[in-house]
DNA sequence: CTGAAAGCGCTTACAG
DNA sequence: CTGAAAGCGCTTACAG
């Protein structure tokens, strides 16, 4: 049996036929897997791919059939782990279904983002997933995606000018999130509750914030506007605005939290001022980070599978391959309250 | 003047050709910037991209040039935040240098490894970096991967079978990074240091350990076998051995610990035995992830900037494909101590 | 300075 | 069931 030759050049379905006597046509129809071959030649055809080590060439398969096998990936924040995780999950379904990711991390700049679709671009990619940096606006997205190119936005609102939406979009159901966490502390016995952290002029922290104030209507309690607390949505700015809770009297006995980062800081302040979260006093996260689960006290929260999610976005823009002329579809995704040491009972005093 | 088009179709070179009557061949030599093509033509051929919206079409190019503009970047667990920044950092550099990433992750499963690589190469990287799940073969990755396309391995060793390595490296200084921690912990004054979590098969578990065995002698303290700890280096794990610390009278005074989430869950166990980290017992971790910083106390570790090593990556593998015949290259990157409260004196008792 | 022609590695009707 | 031919969108010597 002859040893594959020590080849430089890569093999294509040229060298495949020469080998085994047979048109370059028939080997492409056995890689595809074609029933027209007999199954003799099939066989021969195959021995011989194997023998030398031939790697099929999806890009000049693509440009002949006009096909793409790839999905741009664009995040803002491939740092932060729960755009991480979404990274994951989207990779891993658009992996199962024979795509590959053409990743690109914007690391929240509107103008590395425009950069950054602009090359995705021009490698053809079959659909993008967009997460969008913060500031960026949907006339210039669209103009950089063009009109071929199926777009789904994740996550953020993408402001787009012309008022009807053109692309696909996947978002958290934030305000039913806030309203679970609200109406859990609610059901524990407090009264007076205040929503901590995230700025006002972000929509994430609006849709949050409705669904606190609806639930606090919908119980009857008054809110106090001192106890709506904006801050940067970080721990150590969280750990800072602590103090804001206890200014007027009587001060709330629980805060929902914008997220995990403004929980976890909220509680190292409380902590520093002598007050025990999840016992003097309770609170509710949002995202249910990782270290969530594991911090002292573990902190009840909003989880919101972010790798599920990147499934999710995965697959919607899959379908809208298959269907490129139905109207944008707006998702909305699931969310779910976990219970943890962190929401508890008011101090009876 | 005339509107564009609302095209159906892609635009490529022909439409621009005849719209402004020169041939293909000249619009090529302006999209690639030549210097031959009369600045009169330019400018109206360029008029005529911009009018109809063209988008470059980099597969075709690199078909008929031979050429590659996309690297693969296979990780191990995307949702781990270090594999995270080392995937920005690689992104970053590899964008900067005019490549498009295509990303998979494994989740640490060599299987999907395997598929992964065979599904990347039918792309026609110009290069490879892996950072390999764990317990896979340098033989079944090289079968894959093929000869054609440079592998940069990053982080772990990949076992060769054929003995000499047949791709490049870049490691951590785990040695290095160990050694630093210990005798920083020695310069305070401590004597009974312990080495804590981590399984001993794992390569770099026991890279650190001879670091921290090496300051040790060095230092010419005893280490008493009782203060190797094992544990997965997970931070519940490791919380649920802290009893195997004090088991022994003496105890330590000190830990090195693998890595931060070991050390954090140190630090937890420690509180629930009423110890307080970084007053009576002193650790150091490594990795440097986010929340080191912002732990209480803060954590010593070891800084090893992940973003910088995706970025030293990208450059490795991108130097790699200027210089194919080179010898392969080993990479140690460099670490760096932070020291922070939890690194305390030994309490004087 | 510009154009005609060939070719990158594949696929796909179309004959036979 | 198999092969000859054309073509996907680009680039590149080669003429002129």
Known sequence: MPKPPPQRRKVTLADIALGCDVSRATVSLVLRG??????????????????????????????RRRTSSSIGLVVNDLGNPFFAEFAAGADEALGRAGFVTLL???????????????????HGPAGIILSPAEGSEGERVLAAVGVHTPLLVFNRELPDAQGEHRWDTLEMDNERGARLATEHLIGLGHQRIAFFGGHRDSSSVEQRRRGYTGAMRDAGLPIDPAWLIESAPTRLEAARQTGALFLRDPAPTAAVCYNDAVAL?????????????????????????????????????????????????????????????????????????????????????
């Open 34 to 63: 074609s029933p027209l071959v007999n199954s003799a030649t099939r066989a021969r055809v195959e021995a011989e791919l194997k023998r030398q080590g031939y790697v099929y060439n999806r890009a000049a398969a693509n440009l």
């Open 104 to 122: 690109g991390n914007t690391g929240e700049s509107p103008e590395r983002q425009q950069a950054v679709l602009n090359s995705l671009v021009e």
């Open 265 to 349: 800081g909220l509680m190292l302040g409380l902590t520093r001022r002598g007050r025990r979260p999840g016992e003097d006093f309770a609170l509710t996260g949002f995202d249910d980070v990782a270290e969530a689960s594991v911090s002292v006290p573990p902190l009840t929260t909003i989880a919101v599978d972010p790798r599920g999610r990147g499934r999710q976005a995965a697959e919607l823009i899959l379908s809208r391959l298959s269907n490129p002329d139905a109207a944008p579809g707006h998702t909305i995704a699931p969310v779910q309250l976990v219970i943890r040491e962190s929401s508890c009972a008011p101090h009876s005093s």
